[in-house]
């Protein structure tokens, strides 16, 4: 069952100095949210908008410049957990 993110349900680590770290949480968090609608080899088209618009209300969360690096974490949080990018 997949949880509503919306901009105080989770944190986009605004308070970590340290930009990779950021990154890194960032990306944790987009997969987390990924694999909450990931069902038995692929995304059903039914979670489609629900996964959307909580990975788009989660990436406003943090400054643009930085969304770039969060979506590229995310990207390595999914192989590391054998999901094929």
């Not at 901009?7 to 680590?13: D, K, R």
């Not at 038995?40 to 788009?56: H, K, N, T, Y």
């Amino acid at each position: 069952m997949t949880q509503n993110v919306n901009e105080e349900s989770v944190s986009s680590f605004n308070d970590v100095s340290h930009a990779g770290l950021r990154a890194y949480n960032r990306g944790a968090v987009l997969a987390n949210i990924f694999e909450d609608h990931y069902r038995d080899g692929g995304m059903p088209v039914r979670l489609l908008p629900s996964f959307i618009q909580e990975s788009d209300t989660y990436l406003h969360t943090m400054p643009e410049d930085e969304t770039s690096d969060a979506k590229a974490s995310m990207r390595e949080h999914l192989k590391g957990r054998g999901f094929v990018m």
